[in-house]
């Protein structure tokens, strides 16, 4: 078995074995880009040290030092040399990419005589010195879990003995005396002195990254983006080039596309007498890279040039990480660039344009919940006219938010718990902030570019950003935050525009997204594509207008009880409710009954002849009764009882388990009047806009089913009202009763069901409760363990459980088209608008999926992807066939 690859024996190919990072640094070796050599550790390597308890065994020693030697040849210096040493980064690289999560190390070799060899051979002894303190540090922390803190304290003392504020200005001598406490720092923490062996230091380091894969920011981190825990990571054992050798040395990162607009243009920043992290750490300020055209022009356009051809190759945006020593470029990494969704789709479509990719690879290129981003508000223009500006700092990463000030990630947290919305304000975040930025709505910096830990982590997740607002001071101890002559605390409101990189005083209004040319036509070819039909769950004109807005297809679920809560109808509902006698509850419908017509009208005319699938009745009554002593007084008059007969009455309506109590078509069972009336109101307002030369069929649907005489006792008295009006109007339509597949009983007798109902449609939110017996109104507070102890590896309620529910929906799909072939199928549960469930039902065959408006995208483009899936797998087995 085979451990260890080095740079000239890998490929891109090799992903899985090599980690992202080693694939492609063997695929830049083999381009010829000037990369500096090394080898990779495998992935298969790392899951072998778990299973050997943590430890290197003895062939993968050998195959390291093999490859040290190799490394040695190529570059002719020697490893643990007294005079030229070479050195080693030693990083990880895992096969899904996971920035900053583990750990690294720089300058790995240098011991106390071997530094003594640099400082002459370069001529500089600063930069041997410099060098050597940062390992020092680097390898306490990672490979040893000494506390960083100790090391800054540590040069911080340092810094201001020697009067200088930048690390950069500390001379040799100060860097010799940082190096001399720092290993004393060593030796106090772990009872010896510094290693001074290079062998042993390397074995150490790339023991250390395969043990940092399973750290708790990098656990955290695979869990907030659904990677999964066993597979590794590679470690890179790359030879060293130094940028932080004096001016004409520098290091960067860049992307060859603006990562946050897409814009074709190189995007980054660099530091010149720096290492890598210096950048990353956002502690001096980097210059922009269009910068360095005039400072090294030569330098400049290799390293564009360098980002064309690997662009090329790749057939997308490239985030390039290089080094400059003394006026020579190498590339550090190269990796497709993580960017916004808005950036996402610019470059899709733009590189479909220039003939780059194929419009069904373009559409591969984005994953669907991406897309969210796109179609969250922004600021109102008005609002932000008006609105006091505080500052203004980096567009990191855009999308709006207003919320109080939070100085911690854990106080972020325990205010969402609250349902609060916060901005996390910080110097900087740094991984442990993690969690708290996944809780806050936004987040604000002081320092730091756009490549700093928060634009990176923030732009990841999907979250408005700004970062390096200089102006912004902030006290984490006294938890305030000073911008200008304004001090805030934690109960201010502040906003962030991650767009403009503006920061406002108060709440602003938001407004809905405007999606661009290039979004439509992205969408465009995913329509072309697709199978699976999207509808979208809406209940008002605006929002199905909103829908159509958006692409969707039709409305997959009307809920009509959100209508009932309108002002002008919710005392007549109440009264309903309340009736204690059929002329009552007759009395109060037929108030309702005129503004429900108007309801589908409305909704009827929106929809302009799509299908519209309206479900009646289906909550608990108990959830429309009044509650307020003023409330109670008005239904009571009406119904002539006192308030505490009134009271009384409401009491009843308590059930002790009201998901399995009386609600859904049960309702209808009791009083039948109820769905008839909804129903007359259907049918009238369909019957309105057909005179209109509006051709709509309308979608009847009732909830909850169980039984086949229990849905026919309900349909059957739906149909006699709706023959009525026919008779009425001396004219007849096309109308369709179906019901709801919610409960796992109709699910097993689908093909009794399918007898009476025109068409299914999946309630996977209550169908998911119902099999899994978890109430989804309080499952929450159990589910949260079920996940962070991997027994349920996603939450149900929101990704469908394929293996139950999903058993039970196929079932139903095989026996309702028994029964009626070519039986139409959809999903109205909260599933249909997540990705893999959606390529779930595509699978079962089911017509269509509904989801709430600002899904519709999301779910267009997942049926997309699981038709181009499909495809390529239809191919991969015709060539295997031959
Ligand atoms: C469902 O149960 O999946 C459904 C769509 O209905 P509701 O969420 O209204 O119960
Ligand atoms: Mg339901």
């Known amino acids: 078995m085979k451990y260890v690859y080095s740079f000239d024996e890998g490929k891109k190919e090799m992903r899985s074995l090599l980690g992202g990072k080693g694939a492609n640094l063997a695929e830049m070796t083999r381009l010829g880009i000037n990369v500096p050599f090394g080898f990779t550790v495998t992935t298969e390597a790392c899951t072998r040290y778990y299973q050997e308890n943590k430890t290197l065994w003895e062939d993968l020693v050998k195959e390291i030092e093999k490859n040290v030697r190799k490394t040695e040849e190529k570059l002719g210096k020697k490893f643990g040399d007294n005079e030229n040493p070479l050195l080693f980064s030693v990083r990880s690289g895992a096969v899904i990419s996971m920035p900053g999560m583990m750990d690294t190390v720089l300058n790995l070799g240098l011991n106390d005589i071997s530094v003594e060899g640099l400082a002459k051979h370069t001529e500089n002894p600063r930069f041997a010195y410099d060098s050597y303190r940062r390992f020092i540090q680097m390898f306490s922390d990672v490979s040893k879990g000494i506390n960083k803190e100790l090391f800054e304290e540590v040069l911080e003392d340092e810094k201001e003995k020697a009067g200088v504020e930048l690390d950069k200005d500390l001379s040799a001598e100060s860097l010799k005396e940082v190096v001399r406490r720092y290993k004393e720092i060593y030796k106090k923490e772990m009872g010896e002195e510094f290693p001074q062996q290079p062998e042993r230091q390397l074995l150490d380091a790339v023991a250390a990254v395969f043990a940092s894969w399973n750290n708790e920011r990098a656990i955290l981190y695979r869990k907030l983006?659904?990677?999964?825990?066993?597979?590794?990571?590679?470690?890179?054992?790359?030879?060293?080039?130094?940028?932080?050798?004096?001016?004409?040395?520098?290091?960067?990162?860049?992307?060859?596309?603006n990562p946050a607009t897409g814009e074709k243009a190189l995007f980054g920043e660099y530091l010149m007498n720096a290492q890598g992290e210096d950048v990353v750490a956002?502690?001096?300020?980097?210059?922009?890279?269009?910068?360095?055209?005039?400072?090294m022009p030569e330098v400049y356009r290799q390293f564009f040039e360098t980002g064309q051809i690997l662009e090329k190759h790749y057939r997308d945006m490239q985030d390039l990480e290089f080094t400059i020593e003394n006026g020579k470029l190498f590339i550090l990494q190269t990796r497709n660039g993580k960017r916004t969704a808005e950036a996402a789709i610019n470059i899709a479509v733009d590189l479909v344009e220039e003939g780059l990719r194929t419009k069904d690879e373009a559409l591969m290129m984005i994953e669907p919940n991406q897309l969210d981003q796109l179609l969250h508000p922004t600021f109102d223009k008005k609002a932000m006219d008006k609105a006091p500006v505080l500052t203004k700092g980096l567009a990191a990463s855009p999308g709006a938010a207003s919320g109080y000030i939070s100085f911690s990630a854990t106080d972020a947290m325990l205010r969402n718990a609250k349902k609060e919305s916060v901005i996390l304000v910080r110097t900087e975040t740094s991984p442990e902030d993690l969690q708290g930025m996944d809780s806050a709505k936004g987040i604000l910096t002081s320092r730091g570019g756009m490549t700093s830990h928060a634009a990176v982590v923030a732009r990841g997740m999907g979250k408005c950003c700004i970062a390096g607002a200089h102006e912004v001071k902030v006290n984490e101890k006294e938890k305030t935050v000073t911008i200008g002559d304004k001090v805030l605390g934690e109960g201010d409101i502040i906003s962030l525009d991650g767009s403009t990189g503006i920061v406002y005083e108060g709440k602003l209004e938001t407004k809905d997204p405007e999606l661009s040319g290039k979004f439509a036509k992205f969408m465009g070819w995913a329509d072309e594509v697709r199978r699976l039909q999207v509808r979208a769950n809406a209940d008002t004109p605006h929002d199905v207008k909103q829908a159509l807005d958006l692409g969707a297809e039709g409305v997959g679920l009307c809920r009509t009880e959100h209508m009932f809560f309108a002002e002008d109808r919710i005392n007549a509902v109440r009264e309903m409710i309340l009736s204690k006698t059929l002329e009552q509850r007759k009395k109060a419908l037929a108030k309702i009954e005129p503004i429900q017509e108007e309801d589908f009208y409305q909704i009827y005319k929106v929809a302009d002849g799509r299908s519209v699938t309206i479900r009646l009745l289906d909550p608990p009554?108990?959830?429309?009764?009044?509650?307020?002593?003023?409330?109670?007084?008005?239904?009571?008059?009406?119904?002539?009882?006192?308030?505490?007969?009134?009271?009384?009455?409401?009491?009843?309506?308590?059930?002790?388990?009201?998901?399995?109590?009386?609600?859904?078509?049960?309702?209808?069972?009791?009083?039948?009047?109820?769905?008839?009336?909804?129903?007359?109101a259907i049918i009238r307002a369909a019957l309105r806009l057909h005179d209109e030369g509006v051709n709509l069929i309308p979608e009847i649907m009732i909830p909850l089913a169980g039984d086949a005489k229990e849905l026919s006792v309900v349909a059957?008295?739906?149909?006699?009202?709706?023959?009525?009006?026919?008779?009425?109007?001396?004219?007849?339509?096309?109308?369709?009763?179906?019901?709801?597949?919610?409960?796992?009983?109709?699910?097993?007798?689908?093909?009794?069901?399918?007898?009476?109902?025109?068409?299914?449609?999946?309630?996977?939110?209550?169908?998911?409760?119902?099999?899994?017996?978890?109430?989804?109104?309080?499952?929450?507070?159990?589910?949260?363990?079920?996940?962070?102890?991997?027994?349920?590896?996603?939450?149900?309620?929101?990704?469908?459980?394929?293996?139950?529910?999903?058993?039970?929906?196929?079932?139903?799909?095989?026996?309702?088209?028994?029964?009626?072939?070519?039986?139409?199928?959809?999903?109205?549960?909260?599933?249909?608008?997540?990705?893999?469930?959606?390529?779930?039902?595509?699978?079962?065959?089911?017509?269509?999926?509904s989801c709430s408006p600002f899904r519709v995208p999301i779910s267009r483009l997942a049926a997309a992807q699981k038709t181009l899936k499909d495809k390529q797998l239809k191919m991969t087995r015709i060539m295997d066939a031959f």
């Open 621 to 680: 009554l108990h959830e429309f009764v009044p509650h307020t002593d003023e409330d109670i007084a008005i239904v009571a008059k009406e119904l002539g009882v006192t308030i505490l007969e009134q009271k009384k009455a409401i009491d009843d309506l308590h059930e002790v388990n009201p998901m399995l109590g009386h609600r859904g078509l049960r309702l209808a069972i009791t009083f039948p009047e109820i769905y008839q009336m909804q129903a007359r």
């Open 225 to 257: 983006n659904s990677i999964p825990h066993d597979l590794g990571t590679a470690v890179n054992v790359q030879s060293m080039v130094f940028g932080n050798g004096g001016d004409t040395s520098g290091t960067g990162v860049a992307f060859t596309r």
């Open 282 to 295: 956002g502690i001096r300020t980097p210059s922009h890279i269009s910068e360095l055209e005039t400072q």
């Open 716 to 849: 059957d008295s739906i149909k006699d009202e709706v023959e009525k009006i026919f008779a009425e109007k001396g004219k007849t339509i096309e109308y369709h009763v179906g019901t709801m597949i919610e409960i796992p009983r109709a699910t097993l007798l689908a093909d009794e069901i399918a007898n009476v109902a025109e068409f299914f449609s999946f309630g996977t939110n209550d169908l998911t409760q119902m099999t899994y017996g978890f109430s989804r109104d309080d499952a929450g507070k159990f589910l949260s363990q079920y996940l962070d102890d991997g027994i349920f590896e996603k939450d149900p309620f929101q990704v469908v459980d394929q293996k139950g529910v999903g058993k039970l929906m196929k079932n139903a799909v095989k026996l309702g088209r028994q029964t009626r072939p070519g039986i139409k199928l959809g999903v109205c549960g909260e599933h249909g608008g997540e990705p893999s469930s959606v390529a779930f039902f595509d699978e079962l065959g089911l017509d269509y999926v």
